[in-house]
């Protein structure tokens, strides 16, 4: 028994021993920095191209559709036949109101005849004429129908998208095809911070692909959307190169942001949150130190640091479960 007692003491040992040896070192966490800086030059806003006028051409009538006269891309001047839809139906609603406007009118005039002669009195003079006025708008009616049934562009342009082919059935309100008009406007979504110091009329720069050029901002709404709470901003497009189209993404140049005196920026993805307080890590030593701060009011992806953070100190960029006082390898 002794002998088995000396083997479960020599196994025993060890294992304790093993449990008490310190965990092998983890290796340090590989880190991207940036530099803080005061802010300096233009902000950009994300927009899009749009056109200024644009038109869901539709009927108010029920028809089938006879011809359609355009196609995607066809550009049109104001007025140009777009769309017919089949007019017999309306065509015999205006004969038949015109030949009871015949009728009427002639009534009419034996009614004041006989009013002249005293056969006739004053109420049946007055039907007369109201039968007369009635038939008369019934026919103006019939011809505006019938003027439905040529639809026409509103305005010059270019036919964008095209919902109906001959001898489609169409009802009131049914978009038959798209038309936008040939000058552009940048579109934007901005906060109370980004739309500070842009009045009417200011000339803001606007990058779209490869091309460049200058709008007039022609709106901006005075309230912000109640979700995003931000505000619309549209500019007319004076300036810019023919390859310009509509639902194209473009970047606007607003003027530089004024920020609090002494700040500095850091991007969005370097912030850390940890209930109501935000802050950032700071590369020093070696080592990621938790650091909390006081922040403004964000631009775009940066935020104006208020305290707690110095120019030219390294944060690092998009820091994911990194903890307090852990080693890190700046990347180069």
Not at 51 to 73: L, Q
Not at 195 to 222: D, H, K, P, W, Y
């Amino acid at each position: 028994m002794t002998r088995n007692l000396a083997v479960v003491l020599t196994l025993a040992v060890p294992a304790a021993l093993a449990e008490r040896a310190p965990a092998a070192a983890s290796p340090p966490a590989r880190v991207r920095v940036v530099t803080t800086a005061p802010a300096q030059g233009a902000r950009w806003v994300a927009g899009s191209l749009a056109a200024v006028r644009r038109a869901v051409v539709s009927t108010r009538t029920a028809a089938s559709v006879r011809s359609v006269e355009v196609e995607e891309g066809s550009r049109v001047r104001q007025g140009a036949l777009l769309v017919r839809l089949s007019d017999d139906e309306v065509r015999a609603q205006l004969a038949a109101a015109e030949t009871a406007r015949v009728t009427a009118a002639a009534q009419a005039r034996r009614m004041e005849t006989l009013a002249a002669q005293g056969a006739a009195t004053q109420v049946e003079r007055d039907q007369a004429r109201a039968q007369r006025a009635q038939a008369e708008a019934a026919v103006s009616a019939a011809r505006a129908a019938l003027a439905y049934t040529e639809i026409r562009a509103p305005f010059d342009g270019t036919v964008q998208a095209r919902r109906a082919s001959a001898g489609d059935l169409v009802g009131p309100g049914q978009p038959l095809l798209e038309l936008e008009g040939s000058e552009l406007e940048v579109v934007a979504s901005l906060s109370d911070e980004e739309a500070r110091g842009i009045a009417i009329g200011q000339t803001i720069r606007f990058e779209a692909g490869t091309e460049a050029g200058a709008s007039e901002v022609s709106a901006l709404a005075v309230g912000g959307d109640p979700l995003s709470h931000r505000r619309t901003l549209r500019a007319r497009v004076h300036e810019g190169g023919a390859a310009l189209r509509s639902g194209t993404f473009a970047r606007l140049v607003l003027p530089a942001a004024e920020a609090p005196a002494g700040a500095v920026w850091v991007p969005r993805s370097a912030l850390v949150e940890r209930g109501d307080l935000t802050g950032v890590f700071v590369a020093a030593g070696g080592q990621a130190q938790l650091r909390w701060l006081a922040l403004g009011e964000g631009v775009g992806d940066r935020v104006p640091v208020r305290a707690g953070l110095a120019a030219g100190e390294a944060v690092i960029d998009s820091p994911g479960a990194l903890r307090d006082g852990q080693q890190i390898e700046v990347e180069r």
